[in-house]
């Protein structure tokens, strides 16, 4: 008889000696290999055996417990922590704290979230000081107009340059007009044509819009303007018409020598030249096509009935089609948090559509949502035509070169043939957009707090999400077109850029405060301009001077909070008065000038 069979006791003993003997039970898995039988005993094993290693076995198996219930404890940690994370990220998501990759941001130079900041320190002492400015209520005060000049010019293009009825003299010919570029270089390009036309005593033929491989975008003038409305607008000052006389349509233009482009017009031409070249060819062949005509047109020297119609067609004329207005409409409407009131902008823009229709309030104890609109220029195309740094490392400088060789060649033969300034150079000439963290520090030194709503047009930010880290860390109510409207809403817009941007257009000109970093832009001009025009002197704009601001980022190791805030909003301050149009500077951007705005005596 083996060693079980002489140590298990018979069950006669068992129960002469009181023993119970137990049901039977499953077999049961303590740890890998052993199993315990139906009497407890372990079998495999003697039972010398088991009494001499029963101590350590439960010792061990308290310490096997102890270690899977420590380490279940984490995992359920683990697990709990990484949801919490899923949906804090959603919310803020949501929020507008990282803006949705729907938004458009460009996150094609990098793909990781890695924040990129150029000025760490001020982007800290910032942060401090957008807390604080929690407790300040007069963040939208501040920029206010603080002079009177602005109150005393009045909009009054609408009623100069009326032409009396029955006008009959007999047209020269014929104007096309091609135009080019985006939503608002198209504008200023149509706004010059109604002008070069009635220069020319010519029929404007409704302008066409030049397809772009940059822009791809098909739309054409009655896709975003109400033609309708256009032509009977201006109809006492220039004729226009929606075609070309059949007689005239077969001709070939170009072999007629009326087909005029951009390299044969110098930019901003005078009304002398028109009147010696192109009218003289216009009545030899009844009509004339200009192929691009931007910014073909002087803005001075210019008869004051000129200077006068094209503000006319500007801010007056350029109606945006219902579809656009209704959208445009939603889209304000939603990012006032429907607590609306209306704003003097908004008749201009929305038609009938404008936002004084009572709405009821979900917190009637609150007012009006207020905002800021801000055009962040920070685009590829502009980041690689400005030639600047922005310390992305190599494989930044390789991409943004490898962008300029297509899209800028003339620009890369320049760089190659000419000894161009240097990174440093060009930023201490503020030649350099403003980055996202930059127009951050911007507006955390005026006093924009924490919760600030910010509504950001455009938002192809170059470097997508780890650009915008910085910003979104001070300002989190971040907020774009496509956050707002649903994707059933934006459809109809999706692959049309200058549609998208009527939208952002509206957004920017009836915001509480407008916020540009780079004034040269055609958008922050035209909006700007737009706010000077019908805002009658409660539209405040935030016009950065990129040379002094870089002056002051330049200190950032050294320079305390305090003093730069203060210079900050000095620069601001200074760069915000709206002044009279001197000689040669754009109509468009600054309106204040006779023929557009008046003065009373």
Not at 542 to 565: C, G, H, M
Request: charged share 20%; hydrophobic share 40%; aromatic share 8%.
């Amino acid at each position: 008889m083996g060693e079980l069979g002489r140590t298990r006791p018979r069950l006669s003993q068992m129960g002469k000696e009181g023993y119970v003997i137990p049901k039977p039970a499953p077999m049961k898995k303590a740890f890998p290999g052993r199993y315990y039988g139906v009497k407890g005993e372990l079998l495999g094993l003697g039972a010398a055996k088991v009494a001499a290693c029963g101590k350590r076995q439960a010792l061990f198996c308290n310490h096997l417990r102890m270690a899977l219930f420590v380490i279940g404890l984490m995992g359920s940690f683990f697990v709990l922590d990484s949801l919490m994370l899923v949906v804090i990220h959603h919310f803020n998501f949501r929020r507008g704290s990282a803006p949705r990759k729907s938004s458009g941001l460009q996150s094609h130079i990098s793909s990781e979230r890695t924040e990129k900041i150029m000025h760490g320190r001020l982007v800290a002492l910032g942060s401090a000081a957008v807390t604080k400015n929690e407790a300040l209520l007069g963040s939208f005060e501040i920029l206010k107009e603080p002079y009177s000049q602005t109150s005393t010019w009045r909009p009054c293009a609408d009623k100069l340059n009326q032409v009396p009825q029955g006008h009959t003299r007999k047209r020269s010919g014929f104007i096309l007009v091609s135009a080019n570029g985006g939503l608002n270089q198209q504008r200023v390009a149509v706004c010059n044509a109604v002008a070069v036309a009635a220069l020319l005593n010519a029929s404007l033929v409704i302008p066409k819009f030049l397809y772009s491989s940059v822009w791809k975008d098909t739309s054409q003038f009655g896709d975003i303007y109400q033609e309708d409305f256009f032509i009977n607008y201006l109809k006492n000052d220039v004729d226009i018409v929606k075609e070309l006389p059949s007689h005239l349509q077969s001709l070939d233009i170009e072999a007629i020598g009326s087909l005029i482009t951009d390299n044969d017009i110098r930019k901003e031409s005078t009304p002398d030249y028109f009147l010696k070249v192109i009218l003289p060819l216009l009545r030899r062949n009844s009509v004339v096509h200009f192929l691009g005509f931007g910014n073909r047109l002087a803005f001075d020297p210019l008869p004051l009935d000129l200077q006068s119609l094209r503000c006319k067609c500007n801010f007056h004329a350029l109606k945006f089609v219902p579809r656009i207005q209704e959208i445009g409409s939603l889209l304000v409407r939603r990012i006032r948090q429907y607590n609306t009131s209306l704003n003097i902008l908004d008749r201009c823009l929305l038609g009938k559509y404008m936002l004084d229709t009572p709405i009821k309030r979900n917190n009637t104890s609150r007012g009006p949502v207020r905002y800021l609109a801000l055009h962040m220029r920070f685009e590829m195309d502009m980041v690689a035509y400005s030639l600047c740094d922005f310390d992305g490392g190599e494989k930044e400088r390789k991409e943004l070169q490898a962008y300029r060789e297509i899209h800028f060649p003339t620009l890369t033969m320049i760089i190659k043939t000419n000894n161009s300034l240097s990174p440093e150079e060009l930023r201490s000439l503020g030649r350099c957009p403003l980055t996202p963290e930059e127009a951050a520090l911007m507006l955390s030194a005026l006093g924009y707090n924490h919760e600030t709503y910010i509504y950001l047009a455009g938002s192809q930010i170059y470097g997508g999400q780890s650009r915008m880290l910085p910003f979104t860390r001070l300002y989190p109510n971040v907020i774009t077109k496509e956050d707002i409207l649903t994707p059933v809403e934006l459809a109809p817009f999706r692959n049309y850029s200058s549609q998208l941007a009527a939208l952002d257009f509206i957004a920017c000109a009836t915001a509480d405060v407008f916020a540009m970093t780079d004034s040269g832009s055609q958008l922050s001009s035209l909006v700007n301009g737009y706010r000077i025009y019908h805002g009658r002197g409660h539209a405040p704009t935030i016009r950065p001077n990129k040379k002094r601001f870089a002056r002051i980022l330049s200190e950032n190791r050294t320079i305390q909070w305090v003093d730069f805030e203060e210079r900050v909003r000095k620069m601001i301050q200074e760069n915000q008065r709206v002044i009279a149009r001197r000689r040669g500077r754009s109509i468009y951007r600054l309106p204040m000038t006779p023929g557009c705005m008046c003065k009373p005596l």
